[in-house]
């Protein structure tokens, strides 16, 4: 049975740095791509980042430079740091699990099978 367990959310001040880790249970990680969500209150949830096992990373445009992801493959575990918080980082952010393809779409929330339950970051200004 596969788990994506996260944590790691709170408050942080707009212009902090928060991280994020999500522990991967019941898959082999080097066959996975783990990503990150997030949703805030009334939008649709949307990508920020995945990594795949080999280090190969994607970023949605906007969180360019602000977010990093990376990736333990030893523990399973994936990271999710944000950099200069604002307060529109405030959502409910998701890890997610998919079978790693070549020339997938790691960008689609529909491409992901497994999902953990989300955490809640909230941005004070």
């Known amino acids: 049975q596969v788990q994506l367990v996260e944590s790691g959310g709170g408050m942080v001040q707009a212009g902090g740095s928060l991280s994020l880790a999500c522990a991967a249970s019941g898959l082999t990680a080097m066959s996975y791509v783990m990503g990150w969500f997030r949703q805030a209150p009334g939008k649709e949830r949307e990508f920020v980042s995945a990594a795949t096992f080999g280090g190969s990373t994607y970023y949605a445009d906007s969180m360019k430079g602000r977010f990093t992801i990376s990736r333990d493959n030893a523990l399973n575990t994936v990271y999710l740091v944000i950099n200069s918080a604002k307060p529109e980082d405030m959502a409910v952010y998701f890890c997610?699990?998919?079978?790693?393809?070549?020339?997938?779409?790691?960008?689609?929330?529909?491409?992901?099978?497994?999902w953990g339950q989300g955490i809640q970051v909230t941005v004070s200004s």
């Open positions: 997610a699990a998919t079978t790693y393809r070549f020339g997938g779409n790691y960008y689609a929330s529909s491409q992901y099978t497994y």
